[in-house]
């Protein structure tokens, strides 16, 4: 178990905290798709003295001495992330995936050129052009969704979006879609409207490299991913892509965006590059899908409905409307109940992202404890007991108590 012994001695306020969010993370089930617990090799990576070196620059070319070992972490945390995804070219310096992404349309785009992403209110991601973000307030955006009747992106409503809007550039890639993504037909559009393809794999990299979800290599020109999702490393990105695409994209992430990468988390990355090679990480990936469809389906049992009808991948998406409460306070009596969850809008949504109609569900980090099917069908039991008895306290407390003695089987990693 991390002990933070070393942190209890010198500084009790911060012990504190940290000790009561173990707690937290031991006591209650992660749901939240994103989320998901690091192996105590990667951990031991990322906490180690790699963070006191600069290394400005690229191996073998570099701003500041002393590289010998720093250029070996990240030469082999490439060459494991190029034979793990089938990369021809990649950057493992990105601090996390916005900062990935930036860099992509720093190297391929120009201010006000279009781009087209999946809108973030129907599954997308802030990056992908939302008006707030960077990558709407620089860029021409447009965006596709789903379809109301089916909650599915229909292949041909983004052709017609991309040929009357010409983008430069269309992704692909989203962070709240339960069915998977047709990287063959994204790139035959762009191939029409000449554009070049980015996909954002961030929350099913690891099911990629699992074999559970189709691999958006060998069509996609720029593969973007998070690396602490699905593929379960250190809170980190990396950007993959075509040979020609290489240049410009190291050139974005340094000096373009970014100055010194973060070498202890670099270390991390090749850690868990190396674990996702293991025979079991495949298992591990098939699990978390076979998890999540035991979930929804046992959801759908208890009166549940869920957008698109049910999940291909790691998430559910709950639409709460049917059960007359909102995606904010069930994601509160859920936390009572020791069950993470967060509110997600809903495609074609009434209420405002703040307050928004649904919750997200996945099952990553369960499946990282070794849970499987017959705790799926607890779990969603305990959620439909919980959002009943929404605010009854004492109900909620009774529930936590099982949840924890469930949770007390199923150890996480390092705790
Ligand atoms: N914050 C991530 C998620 O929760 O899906 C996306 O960046």
């Known amino acids: 178990m991390q002990e933070f012994a ?10 504190e905290i940290m000790a009561g969010e173990r707690t937290r993370q031991r006591d209650g089930i ?18 180690s003295i790699l963070t006191n070196k600069y290394s400005e620059g690229y191996p073998g070319k570099r701003y500041y001495g002393g590289q010998e070992y720093i250029d070996k972490i990240e030469n082999l945390a ?21 900062p990935a992404n930036i860099a992509v349309f720093m190297a391929l785009l120009e201010p006000g050129d279009t781009l087209m992403g999946m809108k973030l209110d129907q599954g997308g991601h802030l990056t992908h052009g939302l008006g707030v973000n960077f990558s709407g307030k620089y860029f021409n955006v447009a965006s596709y969704g789903v379809r109301q009747d089916s909650g ?4 041909d409503e983004v052709r017609d979006i991309a040929l009357a809007q010409r983008p430069k550039l269309i992704i692909s890639g989203a962070t709240a879609y339960p069915r998977q993504f047709d990287f063959e037909a994204f790139q035959s559009i762009a191939d029409e409207v000449g554009a070049m393809t980015m996909a954002d794999i961030s929350h099913i990299s690891g099911l990629v490299v699992g074999g559970v979800h189709p691999t958006p290599f060998p069509f996609t020109d720029i593969v973007t991913t998070t690396t602490h999702k699905t593929l379960r490393g250190p809170r980190s990105a990396i950007i993959m892509c075509k040979k020609q695409y290489g240049k410009a994209i190291d050139k974005a992430v340094f000096p373009g965006l970014q100055g010194g990468p973060h070498d202890h988390i670099t270390a991390a990355k090749a850690v868990a590059f190396g674990e996702a090679m293991q025979p079991s990480f495949a298992s591990y990936a098939a699990q ?17 409905d869920l957008v698109s009808g049910g999940t291909d991948n790691h998430l559910v998406l709950v639409d709460l409307t ?26 074609f949504d009434t209420r405002s992202p703040f307050s928004p109609s649904g919750v997200r569900l996945g099952t990553p980090a369960a499946t990282t404890r070794g849970m499987k099917e017959t705790e799926m069908a607890h779990i969603a039991r305990w959620i439909s007991e919980a959002i009943d008895n929404q605010t009854d306290d004492t109900k909620l407390g009774a529930i936590h108590d099982e949840v924890r003695e469930l949770c007390a089987g199923f150890p996480v990693p390092a705790i």
């Not at 994103?34 to 031991?44: D, F, M």
């Not at 490439?78 to 996390?96: C, D, I, M, T």
């Open 78 to 98: 490439k060459r494991r992330a190029k034979q793990l995804f089938g990369a021809e070219h990649v950057n493992v310096q990105p601090y996390s995936g916005s």
């Open 30 to 47: 992660e749901l939240i798709p994103s989320e998901n617990y690091t192996s105590p090799a990667v951990l031991e990576a990322m906490g």
């Open 322 to 347: 049917n059960k007359g409460i909102i995606g904010k306070d069930a994601e509160a009596c859920l936390d009572k109940a020791g069950l993470t969850v967060n509110k997600n809008s809903v495609p």
């Open 152 to 155: 599915r992106i229909d292949m």
């Open 6 to 15: 070393t942190i209890q001695a010198q500084d009790p306020d911060v012990y």
């Open 288 to 304: 978390i899908v076979s998890n999540a469809r035991a979930l929804a389906a046992e959801l759908i049992k208890h009166g549940f």
